[in-house]
C-alpha cells in the first residue's frame, strides 16, 4: 500500500520518498505507479504535465536513514510485524527531525505499541489507508492516550489534503471501525458458504446487487489478499480472545495452499480463468 499512499502524496503536491529495503520492492513500485499513471492519462483524468510534476516530487530509497532525514511526516507502511514496526521507530525517532509526525497505516497494530520505541509518543498515530490507496476515500485516524491534539489534528488535515475523507477514532479498539464491519459481512459470508447455502459467486453478487456495495466478500477478500485477511482475525483474536474474531478455517487452508487471492492468481475465485 505504500507506494499508492506514497503518490497520493505526490499528486497532492507533497515531495515524497518510498523506503524500502528490497530494491525489486521498490522497481516494482515504480513500474506500478508510472504504468498507473500512463492509465490515468489515456482516460483524461490526469494531464501530462500534472502527471510529470507528481511523478518528479517522488523519489525511491532504500536507505531508511537518509530518506527520514528531512521528513515532516513519515507513514510506515511495512509488513504487519510488530518486531519490524517496533524497531523502524525506533530508527525514526533518532533519524527524523524532532517536529516529524510518524504515522503508521497499520489495521492491526495500534500506534501504542510503536510510540515508546520512537521517543516521541505525542507525535505518533495510526493512518490506515484502504485498498487500493489511489481511490479509497477513507482514512482511519486512531490516537492513542499520549498523541497529542496538535498531532490529530495535522494528521486529520494532511488526510484531507490528500484528497481523503479522514474519521477519527478516539481509542484504540481491535479492527478499528472499516475492519470491523468488513469482518461482521465476511463472517457471514463464510458461514453461508460453509453451510452450503449458496455459492460464493451467489453471495457475492447479493451483496453488490442488494446492498449496493461495490464488491462482494469474497471478491473483495481475494483483493485484499487472503494472508492479510487471516492475519488480520489472527491478530484480533489475540487481542479479544472473542470466538466470533477466530481466523477462518477455509481462509486458513487456502493461505495454507498458497491461494492468496488476486496477488497469486487464485484465491476463492481463479483470476487466471475468470479475470
Ligand atoms: N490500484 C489503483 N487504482 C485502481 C485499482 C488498483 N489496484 N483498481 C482499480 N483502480 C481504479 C481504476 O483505475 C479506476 O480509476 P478511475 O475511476 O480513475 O478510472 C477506479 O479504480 C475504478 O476501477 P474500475 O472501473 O476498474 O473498477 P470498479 O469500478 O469495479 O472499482 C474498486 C474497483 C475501486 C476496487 C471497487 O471495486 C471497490 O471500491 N471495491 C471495494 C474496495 C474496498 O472495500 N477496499 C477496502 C478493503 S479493506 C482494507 O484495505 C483494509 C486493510 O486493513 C485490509
Redesign the pocket.
Known amino acids: 500500500?505504500g507506494r499508492?499512499i506514497a503518490m497520493s502524496a505526490a499528486l497532492s503536491g507533497y515531495a515524497t520518498i518510498v523506503q524500502d529495503i528490497s530494491s525489486d520492492g521498490l522497481e516494482f513500485a515504480e513500474a506500478e505507479l508510472e504504468s498507473?499513471v500512463a492509465?490515468?492519462i489515456g482516460?483524461n483524468?490526469l494531464t501530462v504535465d500534472a502527471a510529470g510534476a507528481a511523478l518528479n516530487r517522488l523519489s525511491f530509497a532504500q536507505d531508511l536513514d537518509r530518506a527520514a532525514a528531512d521528513a515532516d511526516f513519515v507513514i510506515e507502511a511495512a509488513t504487519e510485524r510488530l518486531d519490524i514496526k517496533r524497531s523502524i521507530f525506533k530508527c525514526l525517532g533518532t533519524v527524523a527531525p524532532a517536529h516529524a509526525i510518524l504515522a503508521t497505516n497499520s489495521?492491526?497494530m495500534g500506534s501504542s505499541m510503536v510510540a515508546e520505541a520512537s521517543g516521541r509518543a505525542d507525535r505518533v498515530c495510526n493512518m490506515?489507508?484502504?485498498?487500493?490507496a489511489?481511490?479509497?476515500k477513507c482514512v482511519e485516524v486512531v490516537r492513542h492516550e499520549s498523541t497529542s491534539d496538535a498531532t490529530v489534528n495535522t494528521v486529520m488535515a494532511l488526510a484531507s489534503r490528500l484528497g481523503k475523507e479522514p474519521v477519527l477514532i478516539k481509542r484504540e479498539i481491535p479492527g478499528f471501525i472499516?475492519?470491523r464491519l468488513?469482518g461482521a459481512v465476511q463472517r457471514e459470508a463464510l458461514a453461508l458458504a460453509g453451510a452450503g447455502i449458496a455459492s460464493i459467486t451467489d453471495i457475492d453478487t447479493t451483496a453488490r446487487t442488494a446492498l449496493g456495495?461495490?464488491?462482494g466478500p469474497f471478491?473483495?477478500m481475494d483483493?485484499?489478499g487472503l494472508d492479510?485477511?487471516d492475519f488480520?482475525a489472527r491478530a484480533n483474536f489475540a487481542q479479544t480472545g472473542t470466538e466470533t474474531d477466530a481466523p477462518n478455517e477455509r481462509v486458513s487452508a487456502l493461505v495454507a495452499e498458497g491461494k492468496l487471492g488476486r496477488k497469486s492468481g487464485i484465491g476463492f475465485y481463479d483470476y487466471a480463468q475468470c479475470h
Not at 128 to 132: E, G, I, S
Open positions: 500500500m499508492q498507473w492509465k490515468q482516460k483524468k489495521s492491526t490506515h489507508f484502504f485498498n487500493p489511489l481511490v479509497m472499516a475492519n468488513m456495495h461495490p464488491m471478491e473483495l483483493l485484499v492479510v485477511i488480520i
